[in-house]
């Protein structure tokens, strides 16, 4: 099972918008509705941001905000705050019940 | 509230096995699956196995068949994690996971340093 395509690092300005994008094949991303995205500060566990491709948990802000088309899911992050600042990864169900992370992108904020 | 708190570091030479614990409190810990996934330095996330603590069922990543074992206690409400075979690749944070409606992670160990090193 191969990792998930992420671009390796994404920036934008504070209050901008960016899009994450999560790219995998007919057998993970593309046939599943269980995708999820996970933030991750130097140092510490992963957060849940995304999951089922574009619910949110409680507690998340709203400017994050997921979907998917095809193979591909994305993880839209508006309004950027410095606090942002982190590593993300996509996550997603790959068949056989196993699942597959992404490569992660890590994205700054200028 | 709800939580998992991990075993602490180790240090392994290659060829050992290293078992790594993982204890819920604040919920039913039969009732959700855990995740294993690990870290490398400077690596992103990797997806390792999962464990139901009901049943005691596993699965794990291709790449780790016939290296990783999945156990539980549940009168302890504790999932264990072992990886043998061990490698200077295998050096990494191991997280436990606990998954919410078998379909995301909710709630995260605090993460466990495997060194592997002659």
């Known amino acids: 099972?191969?990792?998930?395509?992420?671009?390796?690092?994404?920036?934008?300005?504070?209050?901008?918008?960016?899009?994450?994008?999560?790219?995998?094949?007919?057998?993970?991303?593309?046939?599943?509705?269980?995708?999820?995205?996970?933030?991750?500060?130097?140092?510490k566990a992963p957060k849940l941001m995304i999951y089922e491709g574009s619910q949110?948990?409680?507690?998340?802000?709203?400017?994050?905000?997921?979907?998917?088309?095809?193979?591909?899911?994305?993880l839209t992050v508006s309004g950027l705050q410095a606090e942002?600042?982190?590593?993300?990864?996509?996550?997603?169900?790959a068949g056989g019940s196993t699942w597959v992370f992404g490569g992660g992108t890590k994205l700054t904020v200028l | 509230q709800v939580q998992l708190v991990q075993s602490g570091a180790e240090v392994k030479k290659p060829g050992a096995s290293v078992k790594v614990s993982c204890k819920a409190s604040g919920y039913r810990f039969i009732g959700y699956y855990i995740h294993w996934v690990r870290q490398a330095p400077g690596q992103g996330l990797e997806w390792l196995a999962w464990?139901?603590?009901?049943?005691?069922?596993?699965?794990?990543?291709?790449?780790?068949?016939?290296?990783?074992?999945?156990?539980?206690?549940?009168?302890?409400?504790?999932?264990?994690?072992?990886?043998?075979?061990?490698?200077?690749?295998?050096?990494?944070?191991?997280y436990c996971a606990r998954v919410f409606r078998g379909v995301l992670m909710d709630v995260w160990g605090q993460g466990t340093t495997v060194t592997v090193s002659s």
């Not at chain 1, 942002?84 to 169900?93: N, R, T, V």
């Not at chain 2, 139901?52 to 596993?58: L, M, Q, S, V």
């Not at chain 2, 790449?63 to 490698?87: C, H, N, P, W």
């Open chain 1, 1 to 43: 099972q191969s990792a998930l395509t992420q671009p390796a690092s994404v920036s934008g300005s504070p209050g901008q918008s960016i899009t994450l994008s999560c790219t995998g094949t007919s057998s993970d991303v593309g046939s599943s509705e269980f995708v999820s995205w996970y933030q991750q500060h130097p140092g």
């Open chain 1, 56 to 74: 949110r948990p409680s507690g998340v802000s709203s400017r994050f905000s997921g979907s998917k088309s095809g193979n591909t899911a994305s």
């Open chain 1, 84 to 93: 942002d600042e982190a590593d993300y990864y996509c996550f997603s169900y």
């Open chain 2, 51 to 94: 464990i139901n603590p009901d049943g005691g069922d596993t699965k794990s990543a291709q790449k780790f068949q016939g290296r990783v074992t999945m156990t539980r206690d549940t009168s302890i409400y504790t999932a264990y994690m072992e990886l043998s075979g061990l490698r200077s690749d295998d050096t990494a944070v191991y």
